[in-house]
């Protein structure tokens, strides 16, 4: 069971699939939000493009139009990269939008737009910070390689400015979601940070990657092993492969690549935050519209296998989840299994190989085996398969449209009877 917080942090576990969004000054050269450590371009060349930056096309309200559309329930925006860039009016540094040809708040913008449409807004906050003279570059990893001439390397300052720049996020912007610090590359440990920050925004989430131990992981890009998380979690993931902020040549995962790892984390109990990177003039590409759109309709006709559910894989491992006294797991590793009440939701995360799916050791039939994905009734039976031929009848749900339903991850919905789920 992932425990849960038993305070107003709890709508973590109801807002499940966010979207991430990677925007600064790295959008112009279109390489990668790193290009600095990762392409190794010069930091003066790229403290210019302060002089470029004027997102003519930023519409908070199209960005948020997307987020409906993919049946998402949060915003999680970049307010300050590695780079060290600030996407807000911030007093604490120069190297801000305020000073582009755009000149204007584009968080404040943002965040207006998502407290109108009660779209709960995070921010994302780098720890390393490549442009202020406080933060000690060492040439640790996503750090510079060491301080420029006049530098101040000293760490107990920088976390002076970054305690004024959080001050003004999150007293000037309403309410916060959560904050995303990222990468303490430094490792600064002060827990009282985090503390602080509960007193400027009661109930706000704060994540692992900061200067105290958070309220949730966050693992990256992969999918882990396992029927079910331990601890309340968000995974991320881009929709292109190379990088977070726009590429321009990005290599795009394909949609059902991202169904399937969303489903998966989904079913594991995990959030999901989905990334893209808008364009430098502030529209996100026809490949991220078409991917967002795509993923959430199908996020929308499986979303209840999610929403109010627990991860049920494990079926022996919740007394609360014991089907006619099996004490054992469901053993096909293509499936998922999630729970609300005497319902049991089987996902198909990976490509299923035939027309079945065989619930070991489950035996029971449902009253209605319903797939999600478009409302057609399935025929289920519970007999001696020739494969099983040692063992026993196993429920099994067949005519799956494998042949039709490619692109997606399947989800069918189980009704059982009351009394078979003690
Ligand atoms: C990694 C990357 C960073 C990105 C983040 C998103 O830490 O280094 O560029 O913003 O992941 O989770």
Same mark, same amino acid.
């Given at each position: 069971?992932?425990?849960?917080?038993?305070?107003?942090?709890?709508?973590?576990?109801?807002?499940?699939?966010?979207?991430?969004?990677?925007?600064?000054?790295?959008?112009?050269?279109?390489?990668?939000?790193?290009?600095? =450590? @990762?392409?190794? &371009?010069?930091?003066?060349?790229?403290?210019?493009?302060?002089?470029?930056?004027?997102?003519?096309?930023?519409?908070?309200?199209?960005?948020?139009?997307?987020?409906?559309?993919?049946?998402?329930? #949060?915003?999680?925006?970049?307010?300050?990269?590695?780079?060290?860039?600030? &996407?807000?009016?911030?007093?604490?540094?120069?190297?801000?939008?305020?000073?582009?040809?755009?000149?204007?708040?584009? $968080?404040?913008?943002?965040?207006?737009?998502?407290? @109108?449409?009660?779209?709960?807004?995070?921010?994302?906050?780098?720890?390393?910070? =490549?442009?202020?003279?406080?933060?000690?570059?060492?040439?640790?990893?996503?750090?510079?390689?060491?301080?420029?001439?006049?530098?101040?390397?000293?760490?107990?300052?920088? #976390?002076?400015?970054?305690?004024?720049?959080?001050?003004?996020?999150?007293?000037?912007?309403?309410?916060?979601?959560?904050?995303?610090?990222?990468?303490?590359?430094?490792?600064?440990?002060?827990?009282?940070?985090?503390?602080?920050?509960?007193?400027?925004?009661?109930?706000?989430?704060?994540?692992? @990657?900061?200067?105290?131990?958070?309220?949730?992981?966050?693992?990256?890009?992969?999918?882990?092993?396992?029927?079910?998380?331990?601890?309340?979690?968000?995974?991320?993931?881009?929709?292109?492969?190379?990088?977070? +902020?726009?590429?321009?040549?990005?290599?795009?995962?394909?949609?059902?690549?991202?169904?399937?790892?969303?489903?998966?984390?989904?079913?594991?109990? +995990?959030?999901?935050?989905?990334?893209?990177?808008?364009?430098?003039?502030?529209?996100?590409?026809?490949?991220? /519209?078409?991917?967002?759109?795509?993923?959430?309709?199908? #996020?929308?006709?499986?979303?209840?296998?999610?929403?109010?559910?627990?991860?049920?894989?494990? &079926?022996?491992?919740?007394?609360?989840?014991? &089907?006619?006294?099996?004490?054992?797991?469901?053993?096909?590793?293509?499936?998922? $299994?999630?729970?609300?009440?005497?319902?049991?939701?089987?996902? %198909?995360?990976?490509?299923?190989?035939?027309?079945?799916? /065989? %619930?070991?050791?489950?035996?029971?039939?449902?009253?209605?085996?319903?797939?999600?994905?478009?409302?057609?009734? $399935?025929?289920?039976? /519970?007999? %001696?398969? !020739?494969?099983?031929?040692?063992?026993? !009848?196993? $429920?099994?749900?067949?005519?799956?449209?494998?042949?039709?339903?490619?692109?997606?991850?399947?989800?069918?919905?189980?009704?059982?009877?009351?009394?078979?789920?003690?």
């Amino acid at each position: 069971m992932i425990p849960k917080f038993h305070d107003a942090r709890d709508v973590f576990f109801e807002r499940r699939f966010g979207l991430f969004i990677h925007w600064g000054l790295y959008a112009i050269p279109a390489w990668h939000e790193q290009i600095l =450590w @990762r392409g190794k &371009m010069k930091r003066k060349e790229y403290e210019q493009l302060i002089h470029q930056f004027n997102p003519t096309k930023f519409d908070p309200d199209a960005w948020l139009d997307l987020v409906e559309e993919a049946g998402m329930q #949060y915003v999680c925006f970049t307010t300050k990269h590695h780079d060290g860039f600030c &996407m807000w009016d911030t007093a604490h540094t120069e190297y801000n939008i305020m000073n582009t040809p755009y000149g204007k708040d584009i $968080l404040g913008m943002l965040a207006e737009a998502c407290h @109108r449409r009660n779209v709960p807004l995070s921010l994302y906050y780098s720890c390393p910070d =490549w442009h202020h003279p406080n933060y000690p570059n060492q040439g640790r990893h996503h750090e510079m390689f060491g301080p420029r001439s006049g530098d101040d390397p000293d760490i107990e300052k920088y #976390y002076d400015f970054v305690k004024k720049q959080l001050e003004e996020l999150l007293t000037k912007y309403g309410s916060i979601y959560q904050l995303f610090w990222d990468v303490n590359v430094a490792e600064y440990y002060d827990p009282s940070i985090n503390e602080w920050i509960r007193t400027l925004q009661p109930g706000i989430l704060i994540n692992d @990657r900061g200067p105290g131990k958070g309220d949730y992981n966050t693992p990256e890009r992969h999918v882990p092993e396992g029927g079910s998380f331990s601890k309340p979690t968000e995974a991320c993931q881009s929709l292109g492969r190379e990088s977070w +902020g726009f590429r321009e040549d990005e290599d795009y995962y394909s949609h059902k690549f991202i169904m399937q790892s969303v489903d998966k984390i989904l079913a594991m109990g +995990g959030n999901y935050l989905l990334n893209v990177g808008p364009k430098s003039d502030g529209a996100i590409t026809e490949e991220n /519209v078409e991917a967002l759109r795509k993923i959430g309709t199908w #996020y929308k006709s499986v979303q209840e296998a999610f929403i109010g559910t627990v991860p049920a894989s494990d &079926m022996g491992g919740h007394d609360e989840i014991v &089907m006619a006294g099996s004490q054992r797991k469901v053993e096909r590793d293509h499936v998922l $299994l999630t729970r609300k009440g005497n319902t049991i939701y089987v996902h %198909l995360y990976r490509d299923t190989q035939s027309t079945s799916v /065989v %619930l070991k050791p489950l035996d029971i039939l449902p009253i209605r085996a319903v797939l999600l994905n478009n409302g057609q009734e $399935l025929p289920c039976s /519970v007999d %001696l398969l !020739p494969w099983y031929w040692r063992e026993r !009848p196993y $429920l099994r749900i067949r005519q799956l449209p494998v042949n039709e339903l490619t692109d997606t991850v399947m989800v069918i919905k189980l009704e059982f009877d009351e009394e078979v789920c003690d």
